[in-house]
C-alpha cells in the first residue's frame, strides 16, 4: 500500500522519477482483491452480500464525501465560475458511483485540464465500488466455491482479453471492463496460494510474466505480477519490525492520504504553486491534513454490523450536503458569490471591442459558423481535427451547426504519423490518426469540410506554453517522433516536423476535401485561474487588463509553422488559413495598446 501511495502522489506532484506512478492505481486494486478473498474465507459460511456492499460502501463513501464537503466550501470561495461548474459535476457523479464514467466523457487522463480536477481520482473508488458489486453478486449466486472461482476466473480472462484488445487509452483507464481483471487478479492469487503446495510454481510463472511484460506496453501486466510476486514474500520477524515501523504509519492512513492529496495539490495549482517546485511543501500539508481527517475515516470503519444502520443514516446527511453544495457549484455560483467573482463577471459580461476578454470560454457559435464558412450548410458535414483544443472549438460550433463531427485526438498535432515520446503508449498518436484517416479515405467528399485546429508551435518548439529548460526552449524531440528516429540536429528535425503537415494536408485536399486552417491561438503560460488570483484582473491607470500576451514573442513562436501554410496555402485552390483573433475576437480587435499587448489567448482550453 505505501509502495502504491507514493507512486500515485509522486505521480501528482509531478516529481522526476515518477512518470509512471499512475500505476501505483493498478497495486490498489490488486491488493483489494486479495483482502476481499482473505474477508470472504475467513467467514464464508455466514457470507451475506448485502452487508458486504453496505460495509464496503460505507467504508469508502463516508470518508470520501466528508473530503469532498470540506475541500469544495475552499473551492467555492476560490475557484473560476467555470470550474467551479466543473467541481459540482465531480461532486454528483460521487454520489451516483459514476465518477470514472464522468472523467471518461470529460477528458484525456493526461490532459492538461485533468491537473486542474480536484477530485480525478475518485475515478478509481467509483471503480472499486462496481467492483465490490460484481464480486458480491458473484459470490452470493454461486452455490459452491467451485463455480465461484470457475466464474471469477472467467470474468479475470475475459477483462484481460478486452484489455489487451482494445487500446483505448482512455477506456483503459476508466471502464470497469478494462480494470476487472486487476482486481479479480488478487483474489484469484489468494486462493491459488492459500496452500504453499504450487507456491514455487506460482513463483515461476509470475517472475516469467513479469520479465516478459515489462515494457510500456504491457506495463499494467508488469506491475500486477511484481505485486503478486511480493505478497509471496515471507519476510522473517526481523525485517518486519523494521518494515511495520517505515511503513505502517504510511499505510494505515493510505486511504485518507489518497483522499486529500489532489485536491490539496490543485489548489496550490490555483494559488500559483505549482509542483514539483513546491512538493516538500505540498507532501507536509498533506500529512498534516491528514491527522485529523485520519481519526474521522476511522468512524466509519465498522466492527459491529450493528452500527451498521446508524453509521448509514449519518451517511444520509453526508449526501444531503454533497448535493446542496453540488446544486450551488453547478447552478448558483453567480447569485451566490458575486461579489468575490466580481471581476470575473465583469470580463465575462464585457461588450464592445473587448468582447474577446471572457474567461468562461463560452463564445458564439454562430459565429464560429460564420467564420468557418460564409454560407453555413445545414446540409454539409463538418469535421473538426487536431488535438484537445480542436474539440473545443468542436463545442462552439456543433449545437449550432449540428452536422459536426468530433475527430480530435488530445494531444496530438493533425499528423499522421506522429508520435508522442513522453506518453504511456508513444505510438497512441498514430494509432488514432490511423484510424481517423482510413475512416476519412472512405467518405471523401466536396461537400465536406475538414476544420484543422492545433497548438502546432507548442509541438513544434516541444514545449507547453512558454516554459524553458536551462534558459533554453528545447526541440521537439521532447513531443514528437514523425520520423521513427532521433536525429541530434533539432532544426533538422524541426523542419521534419513542418514537411510533415504539409503532407498531412495535401493528402487530405487530394482525396476531396475542402479544409479550413484555424492558426494556433496565443498561449498564456499559467492557467487563467492562476493569473487571477495572483494579479489585479485591470489596471487602475487606463483599465486595460494587466493579463496580456507579448505579440512580438507570440509572432516569433508561430512564424516557422505559419509562414511554411501560408506559402503551400497560396497554391492550394481547397485549403484556406484563418487567424484565431477572427474566431475568438470581435472584429480582430485583440490588441489595444501601443505597447503591442494581446488580449486573448489559449489556457486550460
Given at each position: 500500500r505505501t509502495i502504491a501511495l507514493v507512486s500515485v502522489v509522486g505521480f501528482h506532484l509531478s516529481a522526476p522519477g515518477f512518470s509512471f506512478g499512475y500505476l501505483g492505481v493498478d497495486i490498489f486494486f490488486c491488493l483489494s482483491g486479495y483482502l476481499c478473498a482473505l474477508i470472504w474465507s475467513q467467514g464464508r459460511d455466514e457470507f451475506n452480500a448485502s452487508r458486504f456492499i453496505i460495509r464496503r460502501y460505507i467504508r469508502i463513501i463516508g470518508p470520501s464525501l466528508l473530503t469532498i464537503i470540506l475541500f469544495s466550501l475552499l473551492f467555492i470561495i476560490l475557484l473560476p465560475l467555470r470550474d467551479l461548474k466543473d467541481v459540482g459535476q465531480s461532486l454528483i457523479s460521487q454520489l451516483l458511483i459514476a465518477s470514472n464514467i464522468l472523467f471518461f466523457i470529460e477528458s484525456d487522463y493526461f490532459d492538461v485540464a485533468s491537473e486542474y480536477k480536484p477530485f480525478l481520482h475518485y475515478w478509481s473508488l467509483s471503480l472499486e465500488l462496481q467492483f465490490?458489486?460484481?464480486?458480491?453478486?458473484?459470490?452470493?449466486?454461486s452455490p459452491s466455491e467451485k463455480v465461484m472461482k470457475l466464474t471469477i476466473s472467467s470474468l479475470f480472462l475475459i477483462s484481460l482479453l478486452i484489455w489487451l484488445l482494445d487500446k483505448n487509452i482512455n477506456r483503459d483507464f476508466y471502464w470497469a471492463?478494462?480494470?476487472?481483471?486487476q482486481f479479480l487478479s488478487g483474489f484469484l492469487f489468494f486462493y491459488a496460494?492459500?496452500?504453499?503446495?504450487?507456491l514455487l510454481e506460482i513463483r515461476s510463472v509470475l517472475f516469467v510474466a513479469s520479465i516478459f511484460s515489462f515494457s510500456v506496453e504491457y506495463q499494467n501486466v508488469f506491475v500486477i505480477s511484481a505485486t503478486c510476486l511480493l505478497l509471496t514474500i515471507k519476510a522473517p520477524k526481523q525485517c518486519l519490525r523494521v518494515t511495520r515501523l517505515l511503513f505502517s504509519p504510511i499505510a494505515s492512513r493510505s486511504f485518507t492520504i489518497y483522499l486529500v492529496h489532489q485536491p490539496i495539490i490543485v489548489l496550490s495549482r490555483y494559488l500559483g504553486f505549482e509542483p514539483p517546485q513546491y512538493s516538500i511543501y505540498l507532501v507536509t500539508i498533506i500529512l498534516l491534513v491528514t491527522l485529523p481527517l485520519y481519526r474521522a475515516e476511522k468512524y466509519f470503519h465498522i466492527r459491529n454490523f450493528g452500527l451498521e444502520l446508524k453509521k448509514f443514516h449519518k451517511i444520509g446527511w453526508l449526501y444531503l450536503a454533497t448535493i446542496t453544495i453540488g446544486y450551488v457549484s453547478i447552478v448558483q455560483p453567480v447569485s451566490l458569490f458575486v461579489e468575490r467573482h466580481r471581476s470575473q463577471a465583469e470580463l465575462t459580461s464585457f461588450d464592445s471591442s473587448r468582447e474577446c476578454l471572457n474567461i468562461t470560454g463560452v463564445f458564439d457559435p454562430l459565429k464560429i459558423c460564420n467564420v468557418i464558412s460564409s454560407e453555413p450548410n445545414k446540409q454539409e458535414y463538418y469535421f473538426f481535427l487536431g488535438d484537445s483544443h480542436a474539440n473545443s472549438l468542436f463545442n462552439g460550433f456543433e449545437p449550432t451547426h449540428g452536422n459536426a463531427w468530433d475527430l480530435s485526438v488530445s494531444g496530438c498535432p493533425m499528423i499522421f504519423n506522429a508520435q508522442r515520446i513522453d506518453q504511456k503508449d508513444p505510438t497512441r498518436c498514430s494509432k488514432y490518426l490511423g484510424q481517423i484517416k482510413t475512416f476519412l479515405e472512405n467518405r471523401a467528399s466536396r461537400s465536406e469540410t475538414l476544420v484543422i485546429y492545433a497548438r502546432l508551435d507548442q509541438y513544434y518548439w516541444g514545449k507547453r506554453f512558454f516554459n524553458k529548460v536551462n534558459g533554453q526552449e528545447p526541440g521537439?524531440?521532447?513531443?514528437?517522433?514523425?520520423?521513427?528516429?532521433?536525429p541530434i540536429d533539432s532544426e533538422s528535425r524541426r523542419q521534419d516536423f513542418n514537411n510533415d503537415i504539409i503532407e498531412t494536408v495535401e493528402f487530405l485536399s487530394e482525396i476531396g476535401y475542402k479544409i479550413v486552417i484555424v492558426l494556433p491561438t496565443p498561449s498564456s503560460g499559467q492557467p487563467v485561474p492562476v493569473l487571477i488570483n495572483r494579479k489585479k484582473i485591470f489596471s487602475s491607470d487606463?483599465?486595460?487588463p494587466t493579463i496580456y500576451i507579448d505579440a512580438a514573442d507570440y509572432r516569433r513562436r508561430i512564424k516557422p509553422v505559419t509562414d511554411v501554410l501560408i506559402d503551400y496555402v497560396e497554391s492550394a485552390n481547397s485549403v484556406s488559413l484563418?487567424?484565431?483573433s477572427e474566431v475568438f475576437c470581435k472584429e480582430s480587435k485583440c490588441s489595444f495598446n501601443n505597447q503591442d499587448h494581446l488580449y486573448f489567448y489559449d489556457s486550460h482550453h
Open positions: 465490490y458489486a460484481i464480486l458480491a453478486m458473484v459470490l452470493a449466486l471492463t478494462h480494470r476487472l481483471w496460494t492459500r496452500s504453499n503446495k504450487y521537439p524531440d521532447t513531443w514528437i517522433d514523425t520520423q521513427g528516429s532521433r487606463d483599465g486595460l484563418l487567424d484565431s
